[in-house]
């Protein structure tokens, strides 16, 4: 079930990373932003254990159906990264605001929320290195993880 290549080993892989980094937020949030509540401490942990996910799932794609374009790991996981950061920061913008002016102060201008879309694209290419590393990428990973229903 480990062995590469594997979607389980991708999927596990991606949700560890997303756990160990969303618990970085969890533990971090409230040195930055003291009055974040617990939903939204528990919606960060979540939120980046379900992007590795995420990220780990999509490894079977090698081409883009529509556009007739590969799609290489180091292409689609920081897309699929950034593209879910980019919602995170469109529900939760006045909170993440609130905390870049914290960190930053008014007068910066890495006060905007929508940076959080850049640090969405690197943690998903982190994510994808590793779970392409070792778990493979493409079909080959259904072979293993679905051969008991297909014989």
Known sequence: MFDSPSLTTRIAIGKGIGLII????????PYFLPDANWMFRWGILLWYTT?????????????????????????????????MNFVLTFFAYEKMEAMLIII??????????????????????????????????GRYTLEDTFKDTLE
Do not use: K
């Open 22 to 29: 969303g618990l970085i937020g969890f533990v971090c949030i």
């Open 51 to 83: 992007l590795g996910a995420i990220i780990g799932v999509f490894g079977i794609f090698l081409w883009h159906p529509v556009l007739n374009l590969p799609m290489p790991w180091w292409f689609r996981a920081p897309v699929l990264g950034g593209w």
């Open 104 to 137: 930053f102060g008014t007068d910066s201008f890495l006060t905007s929320p929508f940076w959080f879309v850049l640090e969405g694209a690197i943690v998903g290419l982190i994510i994808g290195y590793f779970a392409t590393r070792f778990g493979g990428e």
